[in-house]
C-alpha cells in the first residue's frame, strides 16, 4: 500500500517515519509548501499526489479547514483512501467526505482526529455495528488533564499549571480551544456521529476548567474526589445530547488514573457493556501510530466510521441529569437548587439538586454574567 | 453474511440472540447435540453447516479440544470464516488453523478467547501490524479478580470470596484453573503470538492466588499497594516470556482500578506507548460482543491476528526481572536474597532483590517442597 502525506508537521513526519518501518506499507511523496520541498521524498505540486495512480491512501495532517477539505474531495474522487486526524474538518465536513467515500468505496478513517493514540474510534465503529451504542465519554484533552493533574497532585496554581503545559509543548501559546473545553467538544461530536449516527451541530454545552483553583482542588481532595474534564454524549428520544464539563470522581474510578497528558475513551453498549480505553491522547507517535492502524484498516478491508444514513442535528442537553458541586459566592448560591451545602461564608461549596446539564450551564452563564466567581463539575455516580 | 454457531450454551445463544438484531447478519442454523435439536433453527447434522454454500462464517462455542478442533478445520476447508472463543484449543491448534485459514483467504479470528467482552486482541493485532509490540500484560482472568476485589475492598477471606464466587456463577465447582493462574496463561500464550509472532509452549510460570490470605490483604493495604493477578508476556533476546503472578500496584494505577469480574489489558508499543483497555472480561454478552466485532471485522475484511510466520518457541522467563513481595516463615525467608525486612517473627514479611520470574518460581518451589507456606508478588514500579 503506497500512502501519501499531506503535510510533514509533528504527526505527517511521524507517520512518515512509521511508514518507512511498516511491512507491506510504502511511503510515497509528502506534500510541502512551495520552495519547503528540501528532501527527495518532498513535492510542492498536489497533482503529483493525486493525480499519481500508484498511490493508494492519503494520510491528511495540514490541519484548519482547508485546504484540507478540499484534499479529501481529491482524494476520495480519484478512488483513494483518504485518513485525516483533523477534527474540526470532519466535524464540518464529514458527513460530505463519508457519503463520496461510500460512493466510491474507499475508506473515510480519522481515528486520530478524536483520542490521539486511544484506539477510540475504530472500536467504537465496530461496535456500534453490532451492538446498540448507549452513551460515550472520555478525558479527550491531553493538555487539561495535564494542568488539572498538576493541581490536583502537585498542588500547582492553575497559572502555574498551564506555564509548564505551555513549556513541555502540551498547551498552545492561547491555550483558549483547550481550557475552554472546545477541543473536546469537537472529539465528542465525532464520538456521537460514530456511535449513534448523529453528529450534533448546535446546541452543545461546553465548560472547560478555567474557573478551577487551587482552593476547589484542596476541598476536593479532602472529600476523597478527583476532578477531570469529560467530554460525553449519550442517546436522547429525538437525538443526541453532547456537552463538555468538569467531573468529580470517586480516586477508584478508571478516570481518576488518568495521568499527565493521556486521554481515556469510555463507551456503553447495550450488549458489551461499559468498555475504557486509555493511551497517550497526543503526540507524534502516538497520533501517528492511530493514523497507521487506520491505513492498516483500510488495507484490510474497513471503510467507514460514520455508519450509513449518519445525519447531522441539534444536540439536546435536557436529560443528561446529575447533582453538581458548585463554589460560588453567597448571594449567587441562592440562585441555584441547592440540596446541601458543604461549606458556607463568603463562599459557598455545595451539591446542587439533580438537574440536567443544559439547566446547570444555562443557570452558570446568569450568575457569571452578574459578575460572580462560579465553578462547577458534575457529581459521577456510576463508577463501575 | 451467514453464520452458523457451534453450540447453543451461555456464549453460543448470546451470539445467536446478537446476530437476531445485527444489521447485515443473518443467524443460520445452531448446531447442537443429536436429540437436541429443539428448535427450527438448531441442527444435529454437521453436514448441515459445513456443507452449506451460504453459510459465510461459523461461530465455535463447543469448548474443549476436539470437535472443536476439527469443526474449525472443516469450516476453513469449505472456505468459511471461523470464529472462536476456544483458547484452549487456539492454543493448541491455533498455528495450524491460521495457516489454513490463510491458505483459503479466510478469517481465523478468536478475540473472546482472550479478555472475553475486552477487545484486546484485534487491537493488537492491528498495532502489531504497523508497531513494534515490546509487552503485553493483563488482569485476564475475571474469577480471581473477583475475588481478590473481594478480599481487598469487603475484607473476606480466600473461602468465602470463594464460595461467593461459586454462588454467582463466575466460579466453577472446580476453581483450579482459575485459581492456579492457568486461565490466564493460556490467555496471554495467545496474546504473546498476536504480539510477537511467537506462541510459547514451554517453560512458562504460573503462580496463582491460593497463597494469598485475609493477613496479606491487610498488610498490603496498610502500604497502599492493591493486589492484582496478571499475566505477562514480552520480548525476550531469542522467543518471548510468558508468566502469571500476583502483581503489587500502587492505588492510583490503572490495574487498582479494575474491580469485581472484570477484566484489562495493557500492551506497549515502540510508537503507541502503552495501551490500556478494560471492560467485562466474561458472561454472555460482553463475550458474545466481541464474536460479532470479529464477524464484523471479517466482513470488512479482517482475516488474521497471529501474524504471517507465526511460529512456536519455549517459553525464557530470565529477563523478566522484578523485587517480590514475601511473606513466609522466619527460616523459609533466608532462602531468598531480601532487600528490606518488613516484618520479623514467625512470619517474615519482606522486599526481595531484583530477580528474575524464573529464580522467583523456581524458589518459591522449592520452600513449598520443604512445607513452607509462602505467598510471593511482583512489585511493580513502572505505572504511568
Same mark, same amino acid.
Given at each position: ?5 499531506l503535510?510533514?508537521?509533528t504527526v ?13 506499507m ?28 500508484t ?8 490541519g ?5 477539505y ?6 476520495l ?17 464529514g458527513?460530505?467526505?463519508a ?19 486511544v484506539?477510540?474510534?475504530h ?5 456500534a455495528e ?11 484533552n491531553?493538555?487539561t ?7 490536583q497532585?502537585?498542588?500547582?496554581s492553575?497559572a ?5 503545559a505551555q513549556?513541555?509543548?502540551y +498547551?498552545?501559546?492561547? &491555550? %483558549? !480551544?483547550?481550557v475552554s473545553?472546545l *477541543?473536546?467538544?469537537?472529539?465528542? /461530536?465525532l =464520538? ?14 461546553c465548560?472547560?476548567i ?5 482552593a476547589d ?19 436522547t ?27 481515556m475513551?469510555?463507551?456503553m ?5 461499559s468498555?475504557v480505553?486509555?493511551?497517550?491522547? +497526543?503526540?507524534?507517535? &502516538? %497520533? !501517528?501510530?492511530?493514523?497507521?492502524? *487506520?491505513?492498516?484498516a483500510?488495507? /484490510?478491508? =474497513?471503510?467507514a ?21 458548585i ?26 439538586e439533580?438537574?440536567?446539564a443544559g439547566?446547570m ?10 459578575g460572580?466567581?462560579?465553578f ?5 455516580e456510576?463508577?463501575?
Amino acid at each position: 500500500m503506497k500512502v501519501a502525506v499531506l503535510g510533514y508537521g509533528t504527526v505527517g513526519a511521524g507517520v512518515y517515519r512509521m511508514l518507512l518501518n511498516a511491512p507491506g506499507m510504502e511511503a510515497g511523496p509528502v506534500l510541502v509548501r512551495p520552495g519547503k520541498a528540501v528532501e527527495s521524498f518532498m513535492v510542492s505540486d498536489a497533482a503529483l499526489i493525486f493525480g499519481d495512480p500508484t498511490v493508494d491512501a492519503v494520510v491528511e495532517t495540514l490541519g484548519g479547514l482547508d485546504p484540507a477539505y478540499s484534499c479529501g474531495l481529491r482524494a476520495l474522487e480519484a478512488g483513494k483512501h483518504f485518513i485525516t486526524a483533523n477534527k474540526a474538518m470532519v466535524a464540518a465536513h464529514g458527513l460530505e467526505l463519508a457519503a463520496l467515500a461510500r460512493e466510491k468505496g474507499t475508506a473515510f478513517l480519522f481515528s486520530a482526529a478524536c483520542g490521539g493514540g486511544v484506539p477510540f474510534l475504530h472500536n467504537l465503529a465496530l461496535s456500534a455495528e453490532t451492538d446498540r451504542i448507549e452513551a460515550v465519554s472520555g478525558i479527550l484533552n491531553g493538555t487539561t488533564n495535564y494542568m488539572l493533574d498538576a493541581m490536583q497532585r502537585r498542588a500547582l496554581s492553575y497559572a502555574d499549571a498551564l506555564r509548564e503545559a505551555q513549556s513541555l509543548g502540551y +498547551a498552545e501559546a492561547d &491555550p %483558549t !480551544a483547550d481550557v475552554s473545553g472546545l *477541543d473536546a467538544l469537537r472529539k465528542i /461530536q465525532l =464520538a456521537c456521529a460514530v456511535a449513534f449516527g448523529i453528529l450534533p451541530h448546535d446546541g452543545m454545552l461546553c465548560e472547560g476548567i478555567e474557573h478551577f483553583t487551587a482552593a476547589d482542588t484542596a476541598d476536593i481532595r479532602s472529600r476523597g474526589l478527583v476532578c477531570r474534564l469529560i467530554a460525553s454524549g449519550r442517546r436522547t428520544e429525538n437525538a443526541v445530547s453532547a456537552y463538555v464539563e468538569p467531573v468529580l470522581f470517586p480516586r477508584a474510578a478508571a478516570e481518576s488514573s488518568v495521568f499527565v497528558n493521556n486521554n481515556m475513551a469510555r463507551y456503553m453498549g447495550r450488549r458489551c457493556g461499559s468498555i475504557v480505553l486509555m493511551g497517550q491522547g +497526543a503526540g507524534r507517535f &502516538p %497520533t !501517528a501510530s492511530a493514523v497507521l492502524r *487506520d491505513l492498516a484498516a483500510a488495507r /484490510q478491508g =474497513a471503510r467507514a466510521m460514520f455508519p450509513e444514513n449518519c445525519r447531522s442535528a441539534e444536540a439536546d442537553n435536557r436529560e443528561a441529569v446529575h447533582s453538581y458541586y458548585i463554589r460560588t459566592g453567597g448571594s449567587a448560591a441562592r440562585r441555584l437548587p441547592l440540596r446541601s451545602v458543604l461549606a458556607q461564608g463568603d463562599v459557598v461549596r455545595a451539591v446542587t439538586e439533580p438537574m440536567s446539564a443544559g439547566k446547570m450551564h444555562a443557570l452558570a452563564q446568569n450568575i457569571r454574567r452578574d459578575g460572580n466567581d462560579l465553578f462547577f463539575a458534575a457529581l459521577e455516580e456510576e463508577i463501575c
